[in-house]
């Protein structure tokens, strides 16, 4: 009998002991589930603002072209993807062998044509012989000695030989006229075949590389401008209430939380053919052009009006209405009214008329995995700073 009731002491010892692990063990996970993160509600400026969706667009690009055909040359050869180039920097270089040929000759050309015509023409001689014997002539008709009709045949000698002066100086003119216009096109090629970049900007891409024999107008790289700009997409219901200089804070993707600083600086009159929203551009005033890559998107909120608020909760505190506000250890679940809505906080307003506001500075909202808790669970909370007004860099 007294062996019977060892064993069961034992057993009831044994079944106390895994009760007692069983509940520590469950307390110990209920305390793993119920860790919040939590915010606190401050004071500050609200912000009545609207959101848009923003893009860094280059401001407008350019191939470089090579003017005439030739052989591109090692030398002076100055592109590489990504390199930035000066206005008037030499970026390239076109064979000038054949030009420089054909330049030497017209030159020679040239020349002779000038000296043929420094010699004299053999016309003049004629019309230096004809108009002589004209005046002899003459002297003949005056006296009665010679007819009319002989002394016009020697008049028409004269006139003739002035004619085809006249004909030759005008064909020498228009020769070495015509030898001078082909020199300088010449020239002006030699010219072209340094190939020099148009504006300050950026090579994007190269398609062509030394010793390629390229044609005339062929794209030999693709330039694009420094400038950046930051374009704003707004939806239609927000588009009316935007205006010029209105302040503007965006953050990109690339660059996490940071928030920058800017103003409308321009009001496109179209939409975006593929989203039909509106389109701004926006003016950032503190960051660095190189940050601006092409391609880069992010968000943007622009500053409708602003003023003072007794309560500003983070934006990702709330789930349609409502919002979970712990107090002393205790979640409760807390209709709201929304204020001032912009990219990072919500002004949270009496849900009635004259009645108090549901929440006041330094009361603790949850902002993280709101899914996981409900109305009365108790929980540990992890404090953090407030994230609802934005940080400025």
Known sequence: MSANKSQSSIWLTTAIILAVLVGAGFWALRSLRSVARVEPVVSGEALDAKSASVTVKVEYDQPLQAPIGGRLLSDGFNLEPGQAVKKDEVLAKLDPSDLELAIEQDQHDLEAAKAKVAVGSGIALELKGAEDDLSIQKRLHELGQLSDLEY???????????????????TNQQAIDTMEVRLKQEKLKISRMTIVAPFDGIV????????????????????????????????????????????ASVSFLPYGDYIFNGKVSKILPTADPTTQRHLARIELSDIPQEKLVPGITGDATITIEH???????????????????????????????????????????????????????????????????????????????????????
């Open 204 to 247: 994007s891409l190269v398609n062509a590389h030394p010793g390629k024999l390229v044609n005339d107008n062929f794209d030999i790289a693709d330039l694009i401008a420094q400038h950046r700009n930051v374009e704003a997409q707004i939806s239609e219901e927000d588009f009316a209430n935007i205006r010029l200089g209105e302040a």
């Open 307 to 393: 003023h003072h608020s007794d309560a500003i909760v983070p934006r990702r505190a709330l789930f349609g209405n409502s919002m979970f506000v712990v107090r002393s250890g205790v979640v409760e679940l807390v209709k709201v009214k929304k204020g001032a809505i912009w990219e990072t906080g919500i002004e949270v307003l009496p849900v009635d008329k004259g009645s108090p506001s549901p929440v006041k500075p330094g009361d603790l909202v949850i902002v993280e995995e709101l899914d996981k808790f409900r109305e009365g669970d108790h929980v540990q909370i992890i404090e953090m700073p407030s994230d609802a007004i934005p940080k400025r860099r």
């Open 152 to 170: 016009n045949k020697f008049d028409r000698v004269v006139e003739s030989a002035k004619q085809r002066l006249a004909l030759e100086k005008v």
